[in-house]
């Protein structure tokens, strides 16, 4: 029994959304460029997948949290590209959510619309190169200004920073006051001031641009400060919440796609005149990979349901984090093994995941800083 | 008079909450520098918020977890105070 099975709704956006998939993403992998990337991305607008969360005000279908996970588990299943999907997820959760949470309404009118559709991207700029796992250690200054701030500091590690339009930016407000003097940011490629760096090179996940962004005197209005002054610490956990606890709903979707294509490798591949599903060492991973979907799967619905029910979720959300995380890279390894040679060619599903699977164990804060904010919330 | 009586039962549960979450057992005074003891972290002050949602039936939206709700004990009672009254 499937605890939490689609409903109709569900269903018909999930196949909505896997028949999008199957007609828009082929197989071209290592040669995606910033244009190809952008066309890629106004597609998901267009297919409404980074409208889930907004309202139909702003141009988006308010689906549940549950309903929204759905459709991006969906996503992962038929998209072969993890990079593209983590973007995707990492809109909505790291950029969509803060800006529905804490910008006001002129805010949200202004930005969200062409963000949602996909004429224009957006990112969320917390990492700097010396404050990864300790994120709320970053350096970079909002000072006031006759005319509101002026911010100077270097962004890192920013997904889609190579591309975006917009960057939600934390910055010092006031330093004396540690976390509690952080403050959030819009700041826009038009700004004076603002650099958004070129993509770094990296292992996997080749479709998610990565980048610096850089502030050098960057002055900006007071109507650019997303909430309260002050309120950046809490703008980081609320983000860091959604996003620990469902940026990985696609990667779900993927390991259900990483078991259909192993256990139907093991059933057609024969050695020693029987296929290879036969021999346990086979049929054990297959074993291991089954569990790994069935139980990332149940913390992540269950996540969602208790989100759709306005519930604060800290340790829930550290733990999706930590086992989806881990999960994807021990399955994509699996499969690599299932594989054999085959699956160590580049280009091949196998490759890819493997690749793609390595940084989900570091993004969005490591597993080790995730144990740690499971053991102190116990 | 009332008013003051209903704030200072207020305050003994944020003060008994904070002494014994954060402040390993010490006495809590009301007007307590809560920010620079550093008693209040990313994760201290998301437990604080949940207690307070929880015991006083209110709802603490994000936006209102400033440095001018969170200084001290009283700060965090006016707020309640506050929300309380809005709620009605």
């Known amino acids: 029994m499937d605890l939490f099975a689609p409903d109709d709704v569900q269903l018909a956006l999930r196949q909505k959304i896997r028949d999008f998939a199957v007609e828009t993403f082929v197989d071209d992998r290592g040669n995606v460029s910033e244009q190809d990337l952008r066309k890629l991305w106004k597609s998901c607008g267009d297919a409404g997948l980074l409208g889930l969360l907004a309202p139909k005000s702003l141009g988006g279908s308010a689906r549940t949290i549950h309903t929204c996970i759905h459709a991006l588990e969906a996503l992962g299943e038929d998209c072969p590209e993890n990079g593209l999907t983590l973007a995707v997820n990492g809109f909505l959760w790291a950029v969509c959510t803060p800006l529905l949470t804490f910008a006001s309404e002129d805010q949200k009118t202004r930005y969200l619309p062409e963000l949602i559709s996909g004429e224009k991207i957006g990112c969320f700029a917390l990492s700097e190169m010396d404050s990864g796992s300790d994120a709320l250690a970053l350096q970079a200054t909002a000072q006031t200004t006759e005319a509101g701030y002026v911010l100077n500091g270097e962004k890192a590690w920013v997904g889609m920073a190579p591309l975006a339009d917009m960057a939600i930016v934390l910055a010092k407000t006031d330093p004396s006051k540690g976390p509690w003097g952080l403050s959030a940011f819009i700041v826009e490629r038009t700004d004076a001031g603002v650099t958004f760096g070129r993509p770094m090179e990296k292992t996997g996940l080749e479709t998610s641009f990565f980048g610096e962004i850089h502030l050098k005197d960057c002055h900006i209005s007071p109507d650019r400060r997303l909430g309260p002054e002050g309120a950046g610490q809490s703008l980081f956990s609320s983000t860091m919440e959604w996003e620990r606890a469902f940026i990985f709903a696609s990667h779900v979707g993927t390991m259900a796609r990483q078991l259909t294509e192993c256990t139907n490798h093991a059933r057609s591949r024969e050695t020693y005149g029987k296929p290879i599903i036969g021999y346990q060492s086979v049929s054990n991973r297959l074993a291991d990979m089954r569990v790994r979907l069935e139980t990332s799967r149940l913390l992540l619905h269950r996540a969602a349901i208790l989100k759709d029910q306005g519930q604060t979720i800290p340790q829930e959300s550290a733990m999706n984090k930590l086992h989806i995380s881990e999960a994807f890279a021990a399955s994509s390894l699996d499969a690599l093994r299932i594989f054999g040679a085959r699956g160590y060619l580049a280009g091949t599903n196998q490759d890819q995941d493997f690749r793609d699977s390595a940084g989900g164990v570091i993004y969005s804060g490591t597993s080790d800083i995730q144990r740690q904010i499971i053991s102190r919330l116990l | ?88």
């Open chain 2, 1 to 88: 008079m009332e008013h003051q009586q209903s704030d200072k039962a207020q305050l003994v549960p944020i003060t008994s909450y904070l002494s014994k979450s954060c402040f390993d057992g010490e006495t809590v005074d009301p007007t307590q520098d809560l920010i620079m003891s550093g008693a209040l972290d990313s994760l201290a002050v998301m437990q604080f918020t949940a207690f307070l949602e929880t015991h006083f039936a209110i709802k603490i939206p994000a936006q209102d977890i400033t440095i001018a709700v969170f200084e001290t004990p009283l700060t965090v009672s006016n707020y309640i105070t506050q929300r309380q009254k809005e709620a009605v």
